[in-house]
């Protein structure tokens, strides 16, 4: 059975940094892209962050881009994701899903993420 | 950006009734198009990928047709269990971008 357990939300000021994990297990983990995706309170889904199966090739939304940095460690099956300069608009619950042929095959549980003063 | 727009924001359906959803892109994506279902407090899943191709474990009542810009998730015959938010995703294009979602609510 696929399982992704994210891990490392939490409150956090603004401008403040925050690592989230994501611990994989019942598949090929080294096989597959993943990626974080976000949903804010009440509003939809948003693409974060993705990483090549071998963590070479990374990606991210503009609105994260140098702010949010995607890696991954195959010897551990963990995903992460580190998070800078952190807004009040980044307050969402963040997801680390499995990928199909680009579609979001696997979803973990969610780890929510609260950027307030 | 390509821009997903689904319709309606809000569906009331009675149980045992059709619903239809609906999936419009901004430019076309072929066939790289994917719904999904979330229940509150839970995470999103997966039902149709291809535009037409059920997921594991997804019961047939579900459907999806269309290709380019224009498509539809067919739910043949609400059960109490469909109630619940659907959102398209396209994966034709960087960044992959989703609907606005459909809610589904018991008339």
């Known amino acids: 059975e696929v399982q992704l357990v994210e891990s490392g939300g939490g409150l956090v000021q603004p401008g403040g940094s925050l690592r989230l994990s994501c611990s994989a297990s019942?598949?090929?983990?080294?096989?597959?892209?993943i990626h974080w995706v976000r949903q804010a309170p009440g509003k939809g889904l948003e693409y974060v962050s993705a990483?090549?199966?071998?963590?070479?090739?990374?990606y991210h939304a503009d609105s994260v881009k140098g702010r949010f940095t995607i890696s991954r460690d195959n010897s551990k099956n963990t995903l992460y994701l580190q998070m800078t300069s952190l807004r009040a608009e980044d307050t969402a619950i963040y997801y680390c899903?499995?990928?199909?042929?680009?579609?979001?095959?696997?979803w973990g549980q969610g780890t929510l993420v609260t950027v307030s003063s | 950006e390509m821009v997903m727009t689904q319709s309606p924001a809000t569906l009331s359906v009675s149980p045992g009734e059709r619903a239809t959803l609906s999936c419009r892109a901004s430019?076309?994506?072929?066939?790289?198009l994917a719904w999904y279902q979330q229940k509150p407090g839970q995470a999103p899943r997966l039902l149709i990928y291809?535009?037409?191709t059920r997921a594991t474990g997804i019961p047939a009542r579900f459907s999806g047709s269309g290709s380019g810009t224009e498509f539809t998730l067919t739910i043949s015959s609400l059960q109490s269990e469909d109630f619940a938010l659907y959102y398209c995703?396209?994966?034709?294009?960087?960044?992959?971008?989703f609907g606005q979602g459909t809610k589904v609510e018991i008339k």
């Open positions: 899903v499995k990928m199909g042929n680009g579609w979001y095959e696997y």
């Open positions: 019942g598949f090929a983990f080294s096989s597959y892209f």
């Open positions: 990483i090549s199966s071998d963590g070479g090739s990374t």
């Open positions: 430019q076309s994506v072929s066939s790289n």
């Open positions: 291809g535009a037409s």
């Open positions: 995703q396209q994966y034709s294009n960087w960044p992959r971008t």
